[in-house]
């Protein structure tokens, strides 16, 4: 995973720039109050050290050991995660690894210190002696038993000689005590060995699993292969499928129980159902055909970043690419250097749909942005529609995903109290989709059936008379006297909200910005000194319809 540079003061930032060109990936994590030019803004230090953390991301904080440790000291006990820590001096002039031995914090700062030339202050025993963590291998192998592997290092310390059996380049530096007739043996082998008191087993990832159908027990099977043919689980590098299956729940499954990547190609050479192949040295998955890529519709709710869902965070910093009508996107930011925008005008939605399966299909993560809640009246029936008939079998392959968001008419609804408490429906009165007459018909009939109603996009300067009709058409069914909610801008700068009555409802009271909540003939007021009074819809309804 590519490191967090965390910043607390600009006085960093030239150090955090230098460890950018030896990490690409990495991002730069600036508190928002202090800091200028960083990929990622935060605004509480300990709160995003702790996630980070908790997320296992390797972190390289610019400031101090000690409010490093005394920050994530809470988290140290729970152990559920121990991504590599490192404190780095703001001008670079000392790095410490501070947690994650075995997950390469002494590497990250031997490649830190050598980039900055300063000596990395390492202090593990192991790592001193031998130039390395003989427990920590490097990428493409991976250690079979821990336990065993710490009992071994400590007899290599106590100056026990050792032999190499298999391929190790990455051990041809280290000042191993070597010996042919060693007692201590190194086995580098793809294969599953039981553990040993003399040994310490390293696997190659250097089995690839293809898989040409895939069926429930996947995992299953491919462990069952593995033990048959005498390899060890570790040894597993990938899972290597046709494109045509791409989308099967079963291989997606499987692979992730088995906690390695899937990859894909247009064709595998014809064979059995699932075949292990063995291959000489370490297989990167990234080298291999390619990955499915995801498409993420998402809602941002109405504004306010504490509103939208934690899930659709994720999302966004996982997105490679980003779609969306240009407000939304920039409301969905801040963005690294790295992700694509890609903004569009708002009503260019099918394109915009089309190009996020273009994109998705090449194997990216990619990300439509809706406000509120994709579903309503937004991004994810338009993804939909491009997907219904497609005829590329790359876009059914992509893992579509929607996230849902707080939509505008309940965050409305919540700021003055619960206005659709009982039954309710949602109208868009845009007649741009759907003929006008249609939307009569349905304002008739919400009216008729005493349910509370919510408008979205009630007015615009295309539009201009449509909303007067409809008010017309409602007061045929209710009274002048029933409470109607407008909210403007809801969860947004300069949000507004105001309590009127159906009677005194105008249409220049409302623009294509707000909200309209129509009441039932149930719904009621609680008055609020200097403020607007509580809307709600109580839950029980009157025994017969009133007409
Ligand atoms: N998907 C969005 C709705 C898009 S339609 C959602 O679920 O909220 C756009 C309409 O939604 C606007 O014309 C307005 O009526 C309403 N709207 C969206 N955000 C709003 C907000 N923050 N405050 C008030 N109304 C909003």
């Known amino acids: 995973m590519s490191p967090a540079i965390i910043l607390l003061g600009q006085g960093g930032m030239a150090t955090a720039r230098q460890l950018k060109g030896l990490y690409p990936q990495a991002s730069i994590w600036g508190l928002a109050t202090r800091v200028q030019g960083a990929d990622q803004a935060y605004e509480h230090f300990g709160d995003t050290l702790r996630a980070l953390y908790r997320a296992d991301t390797p972190i390289i904080a610019l400031c101090a050991a000690?409010?490093?440790?005394?920050?994530?000291?809470?988290?140290?006990?729970?152990?559920?995660?121990?991504?590599?820590?490192?404190?780095?001096?703001?001008?670079?002039?000392?790095?410490v690894p501070l947690l994650g031995g075995l997950a390469g914090a002494n590497r990250l700062a031997r490649e830190i210190g050598e980039c900055l030339a300063v000596a990395p202050a390492i202090t593990t025993s192991g790592e001193l002696r031998f130039g390395q963590c003989l427990?920590?291998?490097?990428?493409g192998y991976a250690l079979a038993d821990i336990e065993q592997g710490k009992r071994f290092v400590s007899d290599l310390l106590a100056g026990e000689a050792v032999r190499v059996e298999g391929q190790a380049p990455w051990l041809a530096q280290a000042p191993l005590a070597l010996a042919e007739d060693a007692a201590r043996v190194i086995h580098v082998t793809p294969n599953a060995r039981p553990a040993a008191r003399d040994e310490l087993v390293i696997h190659p990832r250097s089995v690839v699993a293809q898989v040409r159908e895939a069926g429930a027990g996947l995992a299953e099977q491919i462990g069952q292969q593995l033990a048959e043919q005498g390899l060890a689980a570790a040894s597993l590098a990938c899972s290597l499928a046709p494109l045509d299956i791409m989308a099967n729940p079963e291989l997606h499954a499987g692979a992730q129980a088995l906690g390695v990547?899937?990859?894909?190609?247009?064709?595998?050479?014809?064979?059995?159902a699932l075949e292990l192949q063995v291959h000489a040295q370490p297989i990167a998955p990234d080298a291999l055909g390619q990955r499915r890529g995801r498409l993420a519709v998402i809602g941002l709710g109405p504004g306010d970043r504490t509103l939208m869902a934690p899930a659709v965070g994720t999302e966004l910093a996982r997105a490679q690419d980003v779609l969306g009508y240009e407000t939304y996107v920039r409301m969905?930011?801040?963005?690294?250097?790295?992700?694509?925008?890609?903004?569009?005008?708002n009503r260019e939605e099918?394109?915009?749909?089309?190009?996020?399966?273009?994109?998705?299909?090449?194997?990216?993560?990619?990300?439509?942005?809706?406000?509120?809640?994709?579903?309503?009246f937004a991004m994810a029936s338009a993804v939909l529609e491009a997907l219904d008939g497609a005829s590329d079998p790359a876009w059914h392959g992509v893992?579509?995903?929607?996230?849902?968001?707080?939509?505008?008419?309940?965050?409305?609804?919540?700021?003055?109290?619960?206005?659709?408490?009982h039954d309710f429906c949602l109208i868009s009165l845009s007649d741009n989709l759907k003929p006008w007459e249609v939307i009569e018909q349905r304002l008739h009939l919400a009216g008729e059936a005493d349910m509370a109603m919510a408008f979205y996009n009630p007015i615009s300067r295309s539009r201009p008379w449509q909303l007067g009709r409809a008010l017309e058409i409602l007061r045929q069914h209710?009274?002048?006297?029933?409470?109607?909610?407008?909210?403007?801008?809801?969860?947004?700068?300069?949000?507004?909200?105001?309590?009127?009555?159906?009677?005194?409802?105008?249409?220049?009271?409302?623009?294509?910005?707000?909200?309209?909540?129509?009441?039932?003939?149930?719904?009621?007021?609680?008055?609020?000194?200097?403020?607007?009074?509580?809307?709600?819809?109580?839950?029980?309804?009157?025994?017969?319809?009133?007409?």
């Open 332 to 345: 969905a930011g801040p963005f690294r250097h790295d992700q694509v925008l890609h903004c569009t005008d």
């Open 399 to 421: 893992d579509l995903q929607v996230l849902p968001g707080i939509s505008a008419s309940l965050a409305t609804a919540a700021w003055a109290g619960a206005p659709l408490g």
């Open 135 to 139: 427990l920590d291998p490097p990428a």
């Open 478 to 547: 209710r009274a002048a006297h029933t409470p109607v909610v407008l909210g403007r801008d809801v969860a947004r700068p300069g949000q507004r909200l105001r309590v009127v009555t159906l009677g005194e409802l105008q249409p220049e009271m409302v623009d294509m910005r707000t909200m309209v909540i129509v009441g039932s003939s149930t719904t009621r007021l609680i008055e609020r000194p200097g403020q607007a009074p509580w809307v709600y819809t109580p839950r029980w309804y009157p025994a017969a319809v009133p007409r």
């Open 261 to 272: 990547p899937v990859r894909f190609t247009p064709a595998l050479p014809a064979g059995d």
């Open 350 to 376: 099918l394109q915009r749909a089309r190009h996020a399966f273009e994109l998705a299909a090449q194997g990216r993560d990619v990300v439509v942005v809706s406000s509120g809640d994709p579903g309503v």
């Open 66 to 95: 000690g409010i490093v440790i005394r920050t994530l000291a809470p988290e140290l006990a729970a152990k559920l995660a121990e991504p590599a820590v490192l404190a780095l001096a703001e001008d670079g002039s000392a790095v």
